[in-house]
């Protein structure tokens, strides 16, 4: 840590022109904690939205189910990232840790509110059934399943102030629904479990890979929330190709 030069400011004092003048008790941690949070505030748990892009398989279903699906996501857990690291004994003196991989969690859950014809439900276990064969329980190719999701942070106003792309995602759980004759309260949400390869910052990427380091878009974040259910599989896929016939 850098030494603190003559003349400067320390955290939790204020300069008046002619000196530091020293905050009594902890009014200088705490009068630097108003200011900050007044500028800048706090994200409210309640204030997101997850949109689906499935894969090309499950287009048939429409814009509808996946405005449906936004609409029902009453909760989602971002997920984080580790770097993994492995201790490096070659060195003198105290052994330290060195970054071996970036590691990804294997999956995240989502809530959804229930309805009445079990057909978010039946959404979600059709596109299970893309990866294997219902009758010969052969499995299928993993292309062929895998979509994007997106998660956005909104801000007061409901405008995106963060998002956020999980890539190649699939439902690998979805989670029991329990029926009890002495209840009489509606069935209120199940949970879905993803899993994903790894996630994107879209504020950094767009909604490019971060491999593709040639060509990438800003995207805007409120272009992406708002057209966010456009940005399927089949979309990407007809462009590819598009791609490749300019090319020939």
Not at 2 to 19: N, R
Not at 118 to 133: A, G, I, K, P, V
Not at 163 to 170: A, D, S
Request: aromatic residues 12%; negative net charge; contains cysteine.
């Amino acid at each position: 840590m850098e030494a603190m030069g003559v003349g400067s400011t320390p955290i939790g004092f204020a300069s008046d022109g002619k000196g530091p003048t020293q905050f009594t008790g902890a009014a200088g941690a705490i009068g630097n904690l108003v200011s900050e949070l007044g500028s800048s505030g706090l994200p409210q748990t309640n204030r997101f939205q997850m949109n689906i892009a499935p894969p090309a398989a499950l287009s048939a279903r429409g814009p509808d189910m996946l405005r449906r699906l936004v609409i029902r996501t009453v909760a989602v857990d971002l997920p984080g990232n580790t770097l993994a690291t492995s201790t490096d004994n070659n060195i003198y003196g105290p052994n330290r840790n060195v970054v071996q991989g970036v590691e990804y969690a294997d999956s995240f859950d989502a809530k959804f509110l229930m309805d009445e014809e079990f057909e978010l439900h039946d959404y979600m276990t059709s596109w299970q059934r893309l990866m294997y064969n219902d009758k010969t329980w052969n499995l299928k190719y993993y292309q062929d399943y895998i979509g994007n999701i997106d998660i956005f942070v909104l801000d007061k106003k409901f405008y995106p102030t963060a998002g956020f792309r999980m890539w190649e995602c699939y439902p690998s759980t979805i989670g029991p629904i329990s029926f009890d004759m002495g209840n009489s309260a509606p069935i209120n949400d199940f949970t879905v479990s993803f899993n994903f390869r790894y996630w994107s910052d879209i504020a950094r990427y767009g909604t490019k890979q971060p491999t593709e380091v040639f060509n990438r878009d800003s995207a805007s974040l409120q272009a992406a929330i708002l057209d966010g259910s456009t940005h399927s599989r089949k979309a990407t896929q007809d462009k590819d190709a598009d791609a490749e016939n300019a090319g020939d």
